[in-house]
C-alpha cells in the first residue's frame, strides 16, 4: 500500500498564479485534512474533510479551497498564491470514529511551496 | 486556537540517556497523540493515549496523561542517534473531527 500520496513534491509560483496540491489515501479512510507547517508554528488545519461529501473550514482557511473528489482524494486549491502561503503543506488521512474520537492520522510526504 | 504547547522546545542529549518531553493542553480531550518528524518527511504516529488511561508504554516509549493538569509527557528511553527528530503532541477534542497539534520539539541525539 502506498498509504498517503501528495503531489507535486516541490513549487514554485509567482504571487496571484493558482494551483492545486493532490492528495489520495488507498487505506478506505473515511476522513482526510490539509495542514501547514510553517517553522516554530507547528502544524495548523486548514481544511478537513470528515468523510466523502463533507469540508470544514480549519484555523487557518483563508485564501484556500478544498474538493473532497471522492473517498480516496482529496485536493488544496490556491486561487491567487501570495508569499504569506509559503510553507510546507502536509495532506492527512483517517479512519475516522466520529466526532471527537479522532484517531492516528496517517501523513503524506508533503510539498514545499514557495511563492514569490 | 492552537492546543497542545510542548515544553522544552529543544533538546540535546547523549546517546543511550533519556529524553522527556511535556505537552500542556487546555481544552477537554478524547485523547492524545505523540508524533515524530524526521527532517525533511511526514509526521509518523508514535503512541495514543485516552483521557480515561494514565500511561502507555510502546517499545522504548511512555506517555503520560494528567488531565487534571492538562498536561502529558513522552519519555524516550535509552535514546538512540536515530531518535534525532521534531516530536509533536496533537490533541483530539470532544465536538470535532480534528486533532490539534503543538509547535513541536526538536531532539538530538549525539552519538
Known amino acids: 500500500n502506498a498509504g498517503v500520496t501528495q503531489t507535486p513534491k516541490f513549487q514554485v509560483l509567482k504571487t496571484g498564479q493558482s494551483m492545486t496540491l493532490q492528495c489520495a489515501q488507498d487505506?478506505?479512510?473515511?476522513?482526510m485534512y490539509w495542514y501547514r507547517q510553517d517553522p516554530g508554528m507547528g502544524l495548523r488545519l486548514i481544511y478537513y474533510s470528515a468523510s466523502e461529501g463533507t469540508t470544514d473550514k480549519g484555523e487557518v482557511p483563508n485564501g484556500y479551497n478544498v474538493s473532497r473528489l471522492n473517498k480516496r482524494e482529496f485536493s488544496l486549491r490556491l486561487e491567487s498564491a501570495a508569499p504569506s502561503q509559503t510553507s510546507v503543506y502536509f495532506c492527512?488521512?483517517?479512519?475516522?470514529?466520529?466526532?471527537?474520537?479522532?484517531?492516528?492520522?496517517?501523513f503524506g510526504s508533503g510539498t514545499q511551496l514557495s511563492v514569490l | 486556537s492552537q492546543q497542545g504547547e510542548e515544553d522544552p522546545q529543544a533538546l540535546s542529549i547523549q546517546e543511550g540517556e533519556n529524553a522527556t518531553m511535556n505537552c500542556s493542553y487546555k481544552t477537554s480531550i478524547n485523547n492524545l497523540q505523540w508524533y515524530r518528524q524526521n527532517s525533511g518527511r511526514g509526521l509518523v504516529h508514535l503512541i495514543l493515549?485516552?483521557?480515561?488511561?494514565r500511561e502507555k508504554h510502546s517499545g522504548r516509549l511512555r506517555v503520560t496523561l494528567d488531565t487534571s493538569k492538562k498536561s502529558s509527557s513522552l519519555l524516550i528511553t535509552a535514546s538512540r542517534a536515530a531518535d534525532t527528530a521534531s516530536y509533536f503532541c496533537?490533541?483530539?477534542?470532544?465536538?470535532?473531527?480534528?486533532?490539534?497539534f503543538g509547535k513541536g520539539n526538536q531532539v538530538v541525539v549525539i552519538p
Open positions: 496533537a490533541t483530539a477534542n470532544y465536538g470535532n473531527n480534528r486533532l490539534a
Open positions: 492527512a488521512s483517517t479512519a475516522g470514529q466520529g466526532i471527537g474520537k479522532t484517531e492516528k492520522l496517517f
Open positions: 493515549i485516552r483521557s480515561n488511561e
Open positions: 487505506m478506505n479512510h473515511n476522513s
